[in-house]
């Protein structure tokens, strides 16, 4: 046997030790395979050839073995190198372990030729001596469902077998060759094993792999393996099979992926990745845009859901950027696309032409379908027809321009500045820089928002700008072989580029305006600003074109701007103020033009004007806007007359009046005769330039009208009391307050009757009485405060002072209880003045009956003064009294105090007690909690604090304060009240003295 070791082996010598098992090992050629210890294993399996478990011990006996005696051996006398190419075979013991157990497997074999775990096992072992040691790796636990292809390929490559050393693949062919042969053989015995499959595809990863095996023979062994495995075990050989097809690259890994994309399109973006890659040497742009492209639409369709949750846009996106980044081998060049365009055009317009309804039978009941386009037999559903732009085989270029246009601006609306970006891109890439800018241009003129705008227009003037500085580099650094023609060439064309540049800013406002128009063409403010975009120029206001570089435009195109926007526009869906549209259209003509340089054109604005009049404006006040407008045209011109027959004929009244203001569903001219702001200017015209009768003949219609207002009644009023018809405006005054109810009727009313008696005075107290008599009837009390106190005033100062008395004491009961206390104050007053001091007792009598109870008790402190001031002390003393129970003395403390100033100046010692007595029976009256914490607030309020008593005003007071240690007397007792919790009494601390004597009311 020749031997390995030798100081500078060679390859023919280190390719001399192989084959180690071919032929097959055995005793007779290999003596020393069996030693004098293996003669009792011999025997055995000679008497009993058929007993597994006796082949299976010896094998498993033979590996425990050869494990102990290469641990034994010593250290290889190979270098590195050697020892490297020979792998696990660089020892003889290694080899001769390998022999041996390559011959016990074999005579096994013989005996059971079908055994799994037989043949794994051998081919696990030749693996080991050939391949090298298996580095395992620790796997999370184990997966019951096989995943998607996408995440079974992820998974598969970071769970590929990884080996340490192996046989080199030129050194050791022969074993190399050997262990497939083994393999061969197994699958012969064991075809529908898939597990020996694996095994046997796992060599083909393997770095040493021999290049005469991993490339043909591999691919045709995984065709075999899904050839003979049934189809549910398929993916299992197809993840294999994509990632050495991966690692191969190349045409390769294009029929492979090809073929598999035809059974499940799912790992296409992995593959289109794939395509253009870096690290591949033949990258396929074309082949990958029309895989997207397809992608895309099916996505688009439903028919297909991205495994890695890509939306439609986002893989036509993806799409647009192989597009832009490999545009001359994608796409066609401008005369390709341009003639692609009309086919395209052509076969719509015949497809269009020719189009008919499928024909329909029936059998049996049921329609039956006879022609129309192929459907699918499974889900009925119309089967796509063949389009070379979804072929990946096909090298036909791509038309990328009828592409974004149908599978992107039709479908995607809302990202149409991302599209026109990207194709005018892929035309910059293929400098293709008029089809460019022509891109820009169309884009510009079709977005409808914004922000697309701003997209395109900002990668439109970037693109000027680069060709601006291209140009100025070229200038600055001309070429050598350049000669001065070419310099002036390229000194022209960058003045007409700088040209362009200056248009296409200057242009920016009207092309914003442009796309909020397109938006919404009934937008009437953006209609007038694209008219005050020029601002007084004339010549150059007017219709503005956005494909064509703006022009000079005379007055006669303003006009045109004017009649675009009017006929662009649905009056009923217009935007607010149409009307102005055409009052500034027919003031342009009015003043001649913006500047006024040109001459009045009166007829044309009466045409416009007149043209509005009829158009079914939203509101009715837009359509009287335009009416009233019309007027002040001919004010303007001192056509008086003119003016007022406009407004006549505006403000004519059909013969059935009984209309709705409010009725959208009757046109505006229908309801016009019943617009106020229509009457109110004719009135005004008819006051300053016509009669008196006929100012008169207007107001009255509109109070015929029912249509009138307060303001309305009022002016009217004052009209006729202007031109000495006082009757007539009282009689106009009557009929408003008929018109109106309250609250409006008030302000007639109020207004009505100082007129009249500022007019008459005392020279008609019943009609006047009457008047007021009739205004207080239906007033409610929240108005009539006024009315009594002018009725009362009128009585005093015409009538009778016992009739106004009577008017305030009417009053008192008649106004909201808000007002009662003034009132009451000026009754008192007045009645005090007419008829003395005494006279007022009833009146305060009657007061304190009315009044609620917080202005009670200041109303009692004026009866109080008032009777101290007849030198009534005792009804003084009692009203006091009567009013402490509306006064809680925490809130009310300067109650309090008068009446302890007035005990002080007039009263005596019990008096005095009493007071102080009541004083805490109130307070205990009011000690409850919630009425605790809402004096706290009030006090707060005030800026005073709790329980906190003003200081005493005399010594006296001073001195029973001291004795009542800072309260109320101590020697006074209070009643108890009920309402007083008996917790709050026995938390209340001691006050004053502890020694202190406490007095019964019994007692006392």
Known sequence: MPVAVSEKPNLESLTSIFPLTFPTPTPTTHPDLVSTKDLHREEDLLRNPFSFRHWWTAIQN?????????????????????????????????????????????????????????????????????????????????????????????????????????????????????????????????????????????????????????????RRTFDRALRTLPPSLHSRIWVRYLLWAEAKGGATTVAVYR???????????????????????????LEAAKLLLALARRASRGDYTSPEGKSPYQLLTEFLEVVEEHAEEVGMDVPD????????????????????????????????????????????KPVASYDEDEDPRSTRKLNVE?????????????????????????????????????????????V???RDFTQIFDAYAEFSESLISALMESLANPDEDEDEEDVKETEKELEEKMKEFEELMDRRPFLVNDVLLRRNPNDVQEWEKRVALWGD??????????????????????????????????????????????????????????????????????????????????????????????AEMEIRQENYDEAIRILQRASAIPKNTKVNYFDHTL?????????????????????????????????????????????????????????????????????????????????IWNIYLAKFVKRYGGSKIERTRDLFEQALEKCPPKHCKPIFLMYATFEEEHGLAKRAMSIYDRATNAVQDEDKFELFTIYIAKAAENYGLPATRPIYERALEILPDKQTAEMCLRFAAMERKLGEIDRARAIYAHASQFCDPRVNPKFWQEWNNFEIETGSEDTFREMLRIKRSVQAQFNTEASYLAAQMAAKRNGQETETEAPPADPMAAAERQAGGGKAPAFVSAKQNTNVRIEAAEERPAQGNEEEIHISDDEV
Not at 133 to 161: I, N
Not at 375 to 380: C, I, P, Q, R
Not at 411 to 437: N, P, S
Not at 676 to 689: A, I, P, T
């Open 62 to 218: 033979a590996k425990e073995a050869a494990a102990a005696e290469q641990k034994a051996e010593g250290p290889s006398d190979l270098t590195p190198e050697v020892a490297a190419l020979l792998g696990p075979l660089s020892s003889p013991a290694a080899r001769k372990a390998f022999q041996r157990q390559v011959y016990l497997y074999e005579a096994a074999l013989t005996q059971f030729p079908t055994s799994f775990k037989l043949w794994k096992s051998y081919l696990q072992t030749r693996m080991s001596f050939v391949l090298g040691k298996l580095a395992f790796k620790k796997k999370a636990g184990g997966r019951k469902k096989f995943p998607e292809m996408r995440e079974a390929l992820e998974d598969e490559q970071e769970d590929l077998e990884q080996w340490e050393g192996g046989l080199d693949g030129i050194v050791g062919w022969e074993e190399w060759r050997l262990l497939i042969a083994t393999f061969e053989r197994a699958l012969m015995w064991l075809p529908r094993m898939p597990r020996i499959w694996l095994l046997y595809l796992s060599i083909f990863n393997h770095p040493f792999c021999p290049p005469q095996v991993s490339h043909t023979h591999a």
């Open 259 to 285: 073929r598999y994309l035809a059974v499940d399109p799912s790992v296409t973006e992995r593959y289109t990745a794939i395509l253009l890659s870096p690290s591949n040497p033949d990258p396929r742009p």
């Open 337 to 380: 696309t341009i003639d692609s365009n009309a086919r395209i055009a052509k076969a719509a317009e015949e497809e269009a032409a020719s189009t008919q309804p499928a024909d329909t039978a029936s059998a049996d009941g049921k329609l039956v379908r006879v022609a129309g386009p192929a459907v699918s037999a499974t889900d009925g």
């Open 402 to 446: 009828d592409i974004v246009k149908k599978d992107g601006l039709e479908v995607y609306k809302d990202q149409a500045g991302r599209l026109w970006t990207g194709l005018a891109t892929y035309w910059i890439k293929r400098g293709e820089f008029d089809r460019a800018k022509l891109t820009f241009e169309r884009g510009l003129a079709s």
């Open 448 to 450: 409808l928002t914004i």
């Open 537 to 630: 120029d004339d010549e150059k206001v007017g219709k503005h074109h956005m494909l064509i570089q703006i022009a000079s435009l005379t007055t006669k195109q303003v006009a045109e701007t004017y009649a675009q926007a009017l006929a662009t526009i649905n009056p009923r869906r217009a935007t607010a103020n149409l009307h102005r549209i055409y009052i500034n259209y027919a003031k342009f003509y009015e003043e001649g033009g913006t500047k006024g340089e040109a001459e009045p054109d009166l007829d044309s604005a009466r045409k416009i004007l007149d043209k509005a009049t009829k158009v079914n404006f939203k509101t009715v006040d837009e359509l009287a806007e335009v009416w009233c407008e019309w």
């Open 667 to 747: 046109p505006v001219q229908a309801r016009l005769f019943k617009s106020l702001k229509l009457w109110s200017f004719y009135v005004d015209l008819e006051e300053s330039l016509g009669t008196v009768e006929s100012a008169k003949a207007v107001y009255d219609k509109i109070l015929d009208l029912r249509i009138a207002n307060a303001q309305i009644i009022v002016n009217y009023a004052s009209f006729l009391e202007e031109n000495k018809y006082y009757e007539e405006s009282f009689k106009v005054y009557e009929r408003g307050t008929e018109l109106f109810t309250y609250p409006v009727s008030f302000e």
